[in-house]
């Protein structure tokens, strides 16, 4: 029988009749010239350091001859690998070891999935897992064996730095498996930087996976609903006339630092970065992003402003009579909506982000992985003004609310259900078309399980383009239907006259779970428009952005230096279409 691939991507058999269909079939012939994780070394014990080209899928690359269904365990992680840091922090027990791995997975043609997706917890005392599908191909240097690359990322354990790295190894569909090399080289996390590699044995257990059709069906819904992307610097081959530099865009963050950025207009997401310390990395589409901060928009405010049009009332409601720990009377009078404008009155220190960075907040609030703990402290605060007046930076204020509006979603609809899962991932980011990845979320380790929405969700850059979009192009609507509060949305989108309270200077305010920038600021330099014009925008720890404009275009940069602004960028978008009318 012969076989062969045609330029349809069907396998055809005797007498051309088609006979099976590859996914995204590869047209190389096989013959790579490869220098870096040869089959030589995948069979050896030796690893080092290599640029990330070495873990993508080479231009002569041929479709697999074997086929991926099954587990794969890597043995003795906890004794094996290198580790040299970047950027020190203290605190972790045992960051130079992977967790405990063995995962199924399944392959569609060139692509392989990981049966489990998004964030995965682990007995490690420091890393959690995120595996995202790779690519499966054929050199015909490896000796028969098929390749496998597989991206995935260790995410911190009760807090959302992400480490993102790359495995690859070589099998055969009999269960032959060579030594998996990984790396980890790049990262966003303000605090703790390093390099990570190693080469570890593995087995490789091929068995039927009853979910495996489902996990297929929707990874090809998924790659097909991803906003087409293009390199940055396409935007000004398709606008010419407007002059933009593209290096401008993005030059607010160090380059060193930034992990990936990007520009949605009319319809592409036209992509930047994607640098490592090692090259860039192979898989874009699915680098793991944390949103920190910006969860306290795509969580918490989406989140009371769905729970509002589905449930009138539901912002007016107390917190004191919607979280059981905030007893004190000093939360009967701060409501769910003065939660997420963190104006609830209740604080200790009225400096910029004075409670955020105390002592106690880091010890008695983040560092802590129960409910009780994290409510106990968050409640703790007395009133010192009249709600819905002062706005004071509090992620304590954001986890009440995430912990109310759960309260509320379970009276309406049982005590089983989660106003994060079976709420916003139902009705807002599966809709949407957001990828896996975002359909779980850093949850406090009890029964509990309160998802911590002001920070802990992880996303892709399709996500932010797509949440984006929701907000800004699509008026906060899924197929006509409108899907928020038509009051609060209108408030935080700044389509009426009021524009929250003064947060980090006159030019920075905040209104219902979103920050608010004036274009005629003239803060490092002019003013971008002569006249008032505020523009909603989410922001997280580190230097983490979605800027909504109102010339319907979204734009989002992930890095993690500590620099949060867009104004440079901004006045090269501005050149494409006006920001100010």
């Known amino acids: 029988m012969k076989r062969f691939l045609s330029t349809t991507g069907l396998i055809f058999c005797m007498s051309g009749v088609a006979c099976a269909q590859v996914y995204d079939p590869l047209t190389g012939t096989g013959a790579v010239t490869r220098t870096k994780l040869t089959y030589n070394t995948l069979i050896g014990t030796t690893a080092s350091l290599v640029d990330y080209s070495a873990y993508a899928v080479p231009a002569n690359a041929a479709n697999p001859d074997s086929t991926f269904q099954g587990t794969l365990t890597l043995n003795n992680v906890a004794t094996t690998g290198s580790f040299a840091t970047v950027k020190n922090a203290t605190g972790y027990v045992d960051p130079g070891h992977l967790p405990a ?117 929707a990874y090809e819904a998924e790659v097909a609903g991803r906003m087409p992307t293009k390199p940055i610097a396409q935007l000004a081959v398709d606008f010419p006339a407007a002059g933009v530099t593209i290096a401008n865009i993005g030059s607010d963050q160090t380059a060193s630092y930034m992990t990936v950025f990007g520009v949605a207009v009319d319809g592409t ?38 729970m509002e049009k589905k449930y009138t009332g539901t912002k007016s409601l107390s917190i004191g009579s919607t979280v059981d720990k905030c007893t004190g009377t000093q939360w009967s009078s701060s409501s769910l909506l003065n939660a997420l404008d963190m104006a609830t009155g209740n604080y200790a220190l009225a400096g910029y982000e004075s409670d955020e960075n105390s002592t106690a907040t880091k010890n008695k609030f983040f560092k802590v992985d129960t409910y009780d703990a994290k409510a106990t402290f968050a409640c703790s605060y007395s009133r010192k003004a009249t709600p819905g007046t002062k706005w004071i930076y509090h992620t304590t204020d954001t986890f009440l609310l995430g912990k109310a509006l759960n309260t509320r979603y379970q009276y309406w609809n049982g005590s089983t259900k989660d106003f994060y899962r079976d709420m916003l991932v139902e009705e807002i980011y599966k809709p949407l078309g957001m990828s896996p990845t975002t359909y779980t979320s850093t949850r406090t380790i009890d029964t509990v399980a309160q998802a911590f929405t002001g920070y802990g969700m992880t996303l892709h850059h399709d996500d932010m383009v797509k949440i984006g979009e929701f907000l800004n192009k699509n008026n906060a609507t899924i197929n006509g239907v409108s899907m928020l509060d038509s009051t609060l949305y209108d408030e935080a989108m700044q389509r009426t006259s009021a524009h929250g309270l003064t947060a980090s200077g006159a030019n920075n305010n905040y209104h219902h779970g979103f920050w608010l920038w004036n274009l005629a600021s003239a803060d490092s330099g002019a003013a971008i428009c002569a006249n008032t014009k505020w523009v909603p925008y989410m922001s997280g720890f580190g230097g983490i952005g979605i800027v909504l404009l109102p010339n319907n275009m979204v734009y989002y940069f992930v890095s993690d230096n500590a620099q949060y602004g867009f104004k440079k960028t901004l006045i090269e978008l501005q050149k494409i279409r006006s920001l100010c009318s």
């Open 269 to 306: 997401n036209y992509v930047g970065g994607c640098g490592t310390r090692y090259g860039i990395y192979p898989y874009c589409a699915v680098l793991d992003l944390p949103s920190y901060s910006t969860a306290k928009s795509i969580v918490g405010a989406i989140g009371l402003m769905r």
């Open 101 to 217: 791995f063995s995962y199924q997975f399944v392959q569609h043609g060139t692509h392989i999935l990981p049966i489990q997706r998004g964030l995965i917890s682990t007995s490690h005392p420091d890393w959690y897992y995120i595996l995202e599908p790779g690519r499966v191909w054929k050199e015909i240097g490896d000796n028969g064996y098929s390749r496998v690359a597989i991206p995935f990322s260790l995410q911190e354990s009760g807090a959302n730095c992400t480490h993102n790295g790359v495995l690859t190894f070589l099998f055969k569909s009999d269960s032959s498996v060579s030594n998996v090399a990984y790396q980890i080289a790049g990262e966003t996390c303000q605090y703790y930087q390093f390099n990570m590699w190693g080469q570890v044995s593995a087995t490789y257990t091929p068995q039927t996976i009853p979910s495996a059709a489902t996990a297929i069906t």
